[in-house]
């Protein structure tokens, strides 16, 4: 369970300043790693722990070479922050590769259902009809694909992932435990004091490269389908209505939001907790701070912010009772400046 | 998979203005519906997408009938939204209907549970001792229904979804994959820094025709049962604590959550990401806005709101910075008005 | 199904005030307690409704004694919603004692599984290679633990958990539906746009007496472990992100969430839906109001609250409005205290 420096380098590239049989037992952060661990640092602005760390080797941008190569072995990166990426994927694969691929004899897999070569499907996984798996996808224990539903080549289901019938995900995706694609969106008619369901006839498409966290909930489509471009990331429990659409490379946390035909641009971050509104439009680049509501749409990029300060709770009554003044508040400044402008007017009045 | 003008008049009314074989091979929204689809409008200020629309054929309400027949086939309703509804009910049924029930040979069934004609069983269901599912219920792959657990007759279960021991669930709903009904309430008594556990005796009652989103959780009761009334419509990710009591016919968004014996009344709504604390009553036709907390009962109908509005971060940080002095704002601008008030009153006197 | 509150007496403590074969058929809430009921009175300021009360018998704390006696059978107790949660625990293992101990046939356990003495394993539970499940604990249906994955001893998993590969879970643990420990963390490098995985090569620790709430997630480490400390409390739907650190005994209600490497003190609450932001520190003792988000280290104890105060929506919209210009309106006032400060000065020069 240890690697030399020599075949990090070997296998991921950057210049090693030290000797190649350096051996690394664990990947750990720089402020508790141990004389045979490697950690990274990322900026410059870390640089006074290099000599405080007791890590037995270092990756570090080139500015950093110098000051980290008088203490120990380095890896020199230009992005040590990615570098460290790719080595945490290189180790998963050198000590933790996924079992042999088989098909479990206690799934359930339709008979016209297409599996394609290197498939894993796990104990009492469901495969419906018409179903299609590509090449080297794994579904995992439990995990139920709908009528016609897809999982593109290489995609990773864990245990208990259900997409729902004709819902499509494509290659490369990785679906964390409890996802659930394709639940029907929320979408009722009022009649006399009740709720006349509307069926929800979309699915969902989802792109290639997209990572889905635990327990996450993305809907189907009313009429035209909810739609997850590539590379985008959510986070747990993360709730996406039906008929949004999520711009490539989007990345959302924890227990946020999205309603009904809300777009969102690419290159967009929302933070945890946070909520979109429905039938909203969000640009691209555009970053949502966490547990901030978005009521209207947003079209410049940006960095955008709602959220009550946190206060000692004292504090807090005081300021959000004197809060739902507010506007009585303002009407009363305004009748204070136009006393203090009346006065002086007199005052220079001859 | 395409239906005639004619066959949707016939099946659902309406007044067909047109020709009747006019084919319709899919239901679309008015924006972008093509030549051989069928969308609604609903409202009157609609009315100019009427002309824009490449949609086949319309659903219009009374106003809109001239307009809408001067450029094809028209569906004319008086709720045009309501029809709207049933269309893709009777769409789904037409195009979608499930398989025939049966019991699938790897489902796990207590011989003591009762299991109605017609009844559903998917693969990997568990279905527990005494346990009662009524005529037609669809229970899906993975489905839990512990001891004496019961469903009521048409009740469609999607994969995984789990009904604790003894917890009822009425006929003709819907729960999506991943519910959770009947989990413990969260409820420990604090003895010496710990937390010494409350078991939940109760149940969870469920009406008729009442929808739940994937992965929502409604919890047992502590002693009594926690009660969701008939034709109540929750999305994904809502959580219901023990003991709350949600009267017919409300509906809450996404993200929702109703602490512990919170009384919430009949056709309310609840937006998405909103909380309501433990132990209030909200009364009828109430109107939580999204992500509201409702902090105090409410008895009277309406709309609700308390969110802090979204706004570009450096304006946020700036009027945040400034609300937590709000309260002494509100003490400065009365010493204001006092001094001002005192040197009027000076001016005054003779 | 009744209980003298004799046996009661006898297996709980306390002193019986009245006939020992007084029949307990239910456990009851004060105010709707019938007469062969048992309720109890937690505090004084209850008094009052030990009149009114149709209760058979009273669980009371000695200064209520008399009062409570006048009326009917009273068992009288130092601390009696302690007394009270003991007594659930007690008529749950008299009335629902969990079934004998099994391995189901339908269970698919891995060989190199070490399984304890006593150990239940529900239908369709996944049990993988070198996991570990200590004596007399439970596995719910479709239950899933990964490799190397450890469940303590008398832990109980409700159906379809997942304790991910390598993750470990304490004694006398209840882990409630769906929850997911050990998805990955959300960790990504950004690089040309695109989000590079950072692999989560940490895993989860969970230590004894913690009860996890239905559809709960708890993310694995990224380099080191996420860590859940003894007796924490976390209630359904809940975060909580990668190398987060959890002290003893703190409970999280509903919704809440914790973002990445965040460490929470020990006998903390965090109410419903608040959100702990990343890389901060919370002190022991801390309590956070629902809703609310800390968004700074936070080490005094203390209770906190940042909520914008629910109103009326016309009420909330000019308020909102206003609060919008609050900075401005800070900035006005100050104005015009020096322009009142400038013509006060004016009037006392000579």
């Known amino acids: 369970m240890s690697r030399s420096l020599g075949s990090i380098v070997q296998a991921l590239g950057g210049t090693l300043v030290g000797p190649a049989d350096t051996p690394v037992r664990r990947l750990a952060p720089l402020a508790t790693a141990l004389a045979d661990e490697l950690a990274f640092v990322a900026q410059a602005r870390y640089a006074s722990q290099i000599q405080t760390t007791q890590a037995g080797a270092l990756i570090v941008p080139p500015a950093l070479q110098d000051a980290a190569a008088q203490r120990?072995?380095?890896?020199?990166?230009?992005?040590?922050?990615?570098?460290?990426a790719r080595l945490t994927q290189w180790w998963r694969s050198e000590h933790d590769a996924p079992a042999a691929a088989a098909i479990h004899p206690q799934a359930s897999i339709h008979p016209s259902a297409v599996i394609g070569p290197g498939v894993d499907v796990a104990a009492f996984a469901v495969i419906g009809e018409g179903a299609?798996?590509?090449?080297?996808?794994?579904?995992?224990a439990h995990g139920v694909l709908g009528r016609g539903a897809q999982v593109g080549a290489g995609t990773v289901l864990y245990p208990r992932v259900t997409i729902g019938d004709r819902c499509v995900v494509g290659a490369r995706c990785i679906l964390h435990p409890g996802v659930v694609i394709g639940a029907d969106g929320f979408g009722f008619a009022p009649h006399q004091g009740h709720w006349i369901k509307i069926e929800q006839l979309g699915a969902v498409r989802i792109g290639?490269?997209?990572?889905?966290?635990?327990?996450?909930?993305?809907?189907?489509?009313?009429?035209?389908?909810?739609?997850?471009?590539?590379?985008?990331?959510?986070?747990?429990?993360?709730?996406?209505?039906?008929?949004?659409?999520?711009?490539?490379h989007t990345a959302m946390a924890g227990n946020a939001g999205v309603a009904g035909s809300a777009t969102i641009g690419a290159h967009c971050t929302v933070g945890g907790g946070a909520i979109v509104l429905g039938h909203l439009t969000v640009g691209d680049k555009v970053h949502?701070?966490?547990?901030?509501?978005?009521?209207?749409?947003?079209?410049?990029?940006?960095?955008?912010?709602?959220?009550?300060?946190?206060?000692?709770?004292?504090?807090?009554?005081?300021?959000?009772?004197?809060?739902?003044?507010?506007?009585r508040l303002r009407e009363r400044?305004?009748?204070?400046?136009?006393?203090?402008?009346?006065?002086?007017?007199?005052?220079?009045?001859?």
Chains 1, 2, 3 share one sequence.
């Open 333 to 350: 400044l305004k009748a204070v400046e136009q006393a203090l402008e009346q006065a002086q007017q007199k005052k220079t009045e001859p």
């Open 132 to 140: 299609i798996v590509a090449a080297g996808a794994r579904i995992g």
């Open 288 to 327: 949502i701070s966490a547990a901030s509501v978005v009521t209207r749409s947003i079209r410049e990029p940006g960095q955008y912010t709602g959220m009550f300060p946190i206060d000692d709770n004292a504090s807090w009554e005081k300021n959000a009772a004197s809060l739902k003044q507010l506007n």
């Open 208 to 248: 290639d490269g997209v990572e889905i966290g635990a327990n996450t909930c993305i809907d189907r489509g009313a009429l035209d389908d909810t739609v997850i471009e590539d590379g985008v990331k959510l986070d747990n429990l993360v709730q996406i209505g039906h008929n949004v659409h999520i711009g490539a």
């Open 72 to 84: 120990g072995a380095v890896i020199v990166a230009d992005d040590p922050y990615l570098y460290f």
